[in-house]
């Protein structure tokens, strides 16, 4: 019944949630199980914030100019990046300029099966119409301590009262921002993950796109 080729109706999927809310790997995760193509908006908002303390430039400029090649730099997942991103995500020319890629990205995904987009806005702003949504919260002390566990697996030193307050920063910036504030879209589905490990995650979040997907078709065939 459904075309051999193109976006399934379940696309775009959007995940939006919290910084340390586990968005990112159930994302991830969603996109694999799915065969989908994933994109991690908030790479292209620390690719924004990388250049404007790299090379001083105005955070508008930067992200008109953006060269997507830079989303693979390392330096996109350091903190000093993440804070800067919350800052420059406040302005509204700076969301303008990442729409379209955003939108192009979601409506033909480059492997043209379907998308998972994830972020903040994902649900409200960028794809309204989404056909599934979810927004992925946890406890922000359990936040914290993920992350300082994925920071100190890099390497990385720090204390959990720094991670946590970085964390309340950022969450306080993104939901009280003007433009496109952090929040759940009226029909997304929350999940809050504090008690929940990446699989049950998972598997919470396929069982509400089956549902989407009227039941296991189209989708069955995914869920080994
Ligand atoms: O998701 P991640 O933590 O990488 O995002 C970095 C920052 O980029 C967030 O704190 C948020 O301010 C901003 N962001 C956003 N909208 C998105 C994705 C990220 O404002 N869709």
Partial sequence: MAAASGPKPTSPIAIDGPAASGKGTLARRVAEHLGFDWLDTGLLYRAV???????GLDPIQ?????NLR???DPRLRDDAVAQEASR?????????ALLAYQR??????PGGRGAVLDGRDVGTVVCPGAPVKLFVTADVAIRAQRRLSELHSRGLATTYSAVLEDLQQRDARDS????A????AEDALVLDTSALDADQALAQAIDLIERKSGGSSGM???NA
């Fill in 181 to 184: 504030p952090l929040r759940p």
């Fill in 104 to 109: 192009g990205f979601a409506e033909r995904p």
């Fill in 220 to 222: 069955g065939s995914a």
């Fill in 49 to 55: 914030a990388l250049s404007v303390l790299d090379r």
């Fill in 88 to 96: 420059v995500a406040a302005i509204a020319g700076v969301r303008a």
């Fill in 176 to 179: 009280q921002r003007a433009v």
């Fill in 70 to 72: 830079t989303l693979g």
């Fill in 62 to 66: 930067a992200a008109t100019i953006l």
